[in-house]
């Protein structure tokens, strides 16, 4: 099977092509670097595109070889939640692109959407749960998956919707705590400033967030919503904390100094059980 991965030059992106190294499949990975390249692997196993999604091309599929699925990972502006630009651009250029693949034969779709698109909601979250996206970033993913879901009455696909929870890891956003973190230790800090730290997430490290993107796309027994996370939350603070002591260093946390998130709820977290079926479902052959 040939797979196309959008988005692959990105924090999650790198890992999700590394993972399907490992398979039998052949993968074409795409992002708007032109540079892109992986050493020791063969042209025929793993070939780079570079596209630019807002640049509109008539026919996706045949510029990208004709795949039979797509993972698709890209979105730009992030982490700027709020911003307009993610329902006024990034939507219909997302949405165009994906229905182009489709139109053009791909029958075997994997979006990632977000968490948020739950809105602020406390407790454990499933997806038989109505979205109440509050942000403008998780209403373009929502809204993306809904367009999505309404192609499928015209063209027929399988069709994941993967909603990643807290994603950490080498590579992750500068502006991420454990990369803020990380920059303190490395500049010796002897103290880090954050909230009080109260609120519960929940975490997943970037390797397994890669390994069930990869394992959802793989299998088509469970379809639509699936949230990708741990099924634990843990508090901000414990994060923190568990993090320094994994790395050795005495810190003190400076707790308090920073509000809250206003977009967020206070604790939240994921419930595993369409997770568990789909990676329990996977295969090498949909």
């Known amino acids: 099977m040939k797979i196309l991965v959008t988005g692959a030059t990105g924090f999650i992106g790198m890992h999700v092509v590394q993972e399907l190294l490992a398979s039998t499949h052949t993968i074409i990975a795409t992002g708007r670097r032109t540079d892109f390249q992986m050493d020791g692997v063969s042209r025929d196993k793993l070939s780079y595109i570079p596209c630019d999604l807002n640049e509109t091309r008539p026919d996706y599929c045949s510029f990208f ?6 993972i698709h990972l890209s979105w730009e502006g992030l982490p700027h939640y709020r911003e307009r630009y993610h329902f006024e651009r990034n939507l219909p250029a997302n949405y165009n692109f994906l229905k182009s693949l489709v139109e053009g034969g791909v029958s075997n779709v994997t979006c ?3 968490c948020l698109e739950y809105g602020m909601r406390n407790g454990p979250l499933s997806e038989d749960m109505q979205p109440w996206p509050s942000t403008a970033y998780a209403l373009a993913k929502d809204c993306l998956r809904r367009f999505l879901d309404q192609l499928r009455e ?4 399988s069709f994941k919707w993967v909603r990643l929870f807290y994603t950490y890891g080498a590579g992750q956003n500068k502006s991420s705590l ?3 973190l990380e920059t303190a230790i490395k500049n010796e800090a002897t103290q880090f400033d954050m909230s009080k730290g109260d609120q519960l997430r929940d975490y997943l490290p970037v390797e397994k967030v890669a390994q069930n993107v990869v394992k959802i796309a793989l299998q088509s027994r ?6 990708c996370c741990r099924g634990a939350p843990i508090s901000i603070r414990q994060l923190a904390e568990n993090y320094l002591t994994a790395r050795g260093v005495q810190m003190k946390l400076n707790l308090g100094v920073f509000p809250y998130p206003d977009y967020e709820p206070m604790a939240f977290w994921g419930d595993t059980r369409k997770l568990n079926l789909a ?8």
């Open 154 to 157: 015209q063209r027929r696909f």
């Open 178 to 180: 454990l990369e803020q």
């Open 279 to 286: 990676i329990s479902s996977a295969t090498e052959k949909l």
């Open 65 to 70: 070889g004709f795949p039979d699925s797509v």
């Open 222 to 227: 469970v379809e639509d919503a699936i949230n």
């Open 112 to 114: 990632v959407g977000t």
